[in-house]
């Protein structure tokens, strides 16, 4: 028997890692296997470049699909799925974007949280790893936020929930996740 599959999708800082987090604790003591998209970034030198529209400079672009290796990616979960787990998380910018990974999947969440929450996570959490201010900033506004326009918004079609992902919605997260954790339970007990 395969694992159930639930699959993660939502911009950069959205929450995606904390709910994947949360989910794999409340589902105990189901055996559980998380697997993060950032583990299948391409190499330095193999992702594609970014122009910003609005100044021209050019970044390495971590937020498209060539930046990914979704054929390791695909090979993975495959591999998990036919393992001892119980329930397999799959978390991250593009999970929903491809139709492959999506046809594993049992269960599809959006994350959903505000621009402006996402984005001053992202400046908390990359300061918080040594980057610079500006050079984060610069990036966000020149890459981030039209790569996520572009590719990981309209992911959220393919979703079968939308989760609330900000800090302001939080007493509505939980109860989310209260139900997500019983219809997991009921599929994989049933």
């Not at 393992?83 to 593009?94: A, K, N, R, Y």
């Not at 269960?107 to 984060?136: C, M, S, T």
């Amino acid at each position: 028997m395969s694992a159930f599959v639930i699959g993660i999708g939502g911009g950069s800082a959205s929450g995606k890692s904390t709910i994947a987090q949360q989910l794999s604790i409340r589902l105990g003591p189901l055996r559980v296997t998380l697997i993060n998209q950032d583990r299948y970034f391409r190499e330095p030198a193999g992702l594609p470049k970014h122009a910003s529209p609005d100044g021209g400079r050019v970044w390495p672009d971590h937020n498209q699909p060539d930046s990914f290796d979704f054929a390791q990616l695909r090979a993975d979960l495959r591999e998990a799925r036919a393992s001892d787990s119980d329930v397999v998380i799959l978390e991250g910018i593009l999970v929903l974007h491809d139709a492959e990974l999506r046809g594993f999947m049992d269960l599809k969440l959006f994350v959903d949280a505000d621009p402006d929450e996402r984005i001053v996570r992202r400046i908390q959490r990359n300061v918080a790893r040594g980057h610079d201010l500006g050079e984060v900033c610069d990036f966000y506004l020149d890459s981030v936020r039209y790569r996520h326009r572009e590719f990981c918004e309209p992911t959220r079609a393919y979703a079968d929930l939308i989760v609330p992902g900000g800090a302001y919605d939080g007493a509505h997260t939980q109860e989310f996740l209260n139900r997500v954790v019983a219809t997991v339970r009921a599929r994989v007990a049933g």
